[in-house]
């Protein structure tokens, strides 16, 4: 009854609609998320450049570009989402005690995430998703998990952190 009552209301007043993560000790963090919004900004940007290479687009190609770009975009959000989510929720003083690079290197992500979103550039994007590496690094350390790098199996083909989890 509570509830239906509330969802007439709802509907009446249109309450905005509210997002969280983690409020609430749920405990489920894990960087992999900012690492592979990371790798999509790669993989746009190498789209992109080839774009770039042609004389003149097409109108298909034009409306490519622009959803690569909208892609790219979104990703280099969710980089700064899934950082700042783990460092605000999970990051504690016994984690900056442990690292004190953290403060800094999760302002250089935010900054490096800008940088990304505002230039359609390679180098711009491997610094990114370097630093987001190494977030990844710290975050497993802190939970006492090994990690190790590979390659993703996947385009752009580079380098990942992933923790060691067996």
């Known amino acids: 009854m509570l509830y ?10 249109n309450f905005p609609i509210v997002m969280g993560h983690c409020d609430i000790p749920c405990k489920i963090y894990d960087p992999i998320s900012a690492q592979i ?3 999509t900004i790669i993989r ?7 774009l770039k290479e042609k004389a003149s687009l097409t109108l298909d190609e034009q409306a490519e570009f622009l959803r690569l770009v909208n892609q790219k975009e979104q990703h280099g959000v969710k980089v700064k989402e899934e950082i700042s989510v783990i460092w605000g929720d999970y ?4 984690q900056l005690g442990q690292y004190p690079e953290l403060h800094e290197l999760v302002h250089s992500i935010m900054l490096a995430s800008s940088q990304a979103k505002q230039h359609i550039s390679r180098d711009a994007a ?6 987001v590496n190494r977030f990844a690094e710290i975050f497993w350390a802190t939970k006492q998990v090994t990690t ?11 380098q990942l952190v992933y923790p060691r989890v067996y």
């Open 91 to 94: 990051i504690k003083a016994p």
């Open 37 to 39: 919004a990371a790798l």
């Open 148 to 158: 190790f790098t590979a390659t993703c199996p996947y385009p752009p083909a580079e």
């Open 126 to 131: 491997m610094t990114l998703l370097q630093k």
């Open 44 to 50: 746009m940007v190498d789209l992109l450049n080839e």
């Open 4 to 13: 239906n009552i509330i969802a007439k209301l709802d509907r009446r007043l």
